[in-house]
């Protein structure tokens, strides 16, 4: 483990959580404390990942708490509290719920980790992310919402299914917020470099990516009970790393926007250099017309439901 004894704080011991909590784990960063409401939840599931070291081969300490002061001193706390959606529901049919545990997280976030980098996981992920950084009153490079490495995942499995290739030869773009407005970009979208644009058809392409903006609904259809967990919980560890190891990774997160691709004053996804301090610069990619009106069409629908239903 590390010298310093570095901390990440994981808030929401459920699936997502429990899975960040995981995967950080394995990557012998930091220490992790895993909190929520329930302490029993959070204790059980700490001490099950602590007894596992020994077969893993990790050193750090894993906690479980419901008391705040526990977070103090973290350097990157991942918020994945709120009701998870059910079959039939849209990620903003929760906006309401999880609203009100953002604000309580954030307050909490707030008095005892002040000088932390949040990594945003609740879903409607955009809204909940602006929602988080006007709760904290963080510098708004200080409050990430993830978003565009899960779907860029999802995408990538897609691609890789139907070229039959190696996943990690695959690098995709989607952008846009975390929802059915999403932005697959297959112009930036590369197999071992080349645009997937040349190697497959157009309409193959378009049902690769209205299946990866549909890609959290199909697992809800699917478990019939609760939504996905893995691949959310992992591309959220993977930009806690990016945070604590300043490693400076270019991805796809929500980022606030200033004036970037025409949006103000909402969050959505955009590729951005992520390390210690944040986000630490935000790309703006040369786009077509259509790509441009969707990602802009994208940011001004969450806008909207910040006005109309959380009051900003």
Known sequence: MVAGRRKIAVIGAGNVGATCAF???????????????YEGFAKGKALDMSQNANVL?????????????????????????????????????????????????????????????????????????????????????????????????????FIALELGCAEEDVSPMVLGGHGDTMVPLPRYTTVGGIPITQLMS??????????????????????????????????????????????KRLIPASCLMTGEYGLDNVYIGVPCIIGASGVERIFELDLTEEEMTSLQGSGNFYKGQLKDILGY
Do not use: C, W
């Open 23 to 37: 995967v950080l784990a394995q990557m012998k960063v930091a220490d992790i404390v895993l909190l929520d409401i």
């Open 202 to 247: 157009e309409d193959r392409i378009e049902a690769i990516s209205k299946r990866t903006a549909g890609g959290g609904g199909e697992i809800v259809k699917l478990l019939e009970r609760g939504s996905a967990f893995y691949a959310p919980g992992s591309a959220a560890a993977v930009m806690a790393e990016s945070v604590l190891n300043d490693r």
């Open 57 to 157: 081969n990790y050193d750090g300490r894993i906690t479980g708490t419901a008391d705040y002061n526990d977070i103090s001193g973290a350097d990157v706390v991942v918020v994945t509290s709120g009701f998870p959606r059910q079959p039939g529901m849209t990620r903003e049919d929760l906006i309401g719920k999880n609203a009100d545990i953002v604000s309580q997280v954030g307050e909490g976030i707030k008095n005892h980790a002040p000088d932390s980098v949040v990594i945003v996981v609740t879903n409607p992920l955009d809204l909940m992310t602006y929602h988080m950084q006007k709760v904290t009153g963080f510098p708004a490079e200080r409050v990430i919402g993830q978003a565009g490495v899960l779907d860029s995942a999802r995408m990538a499995h």
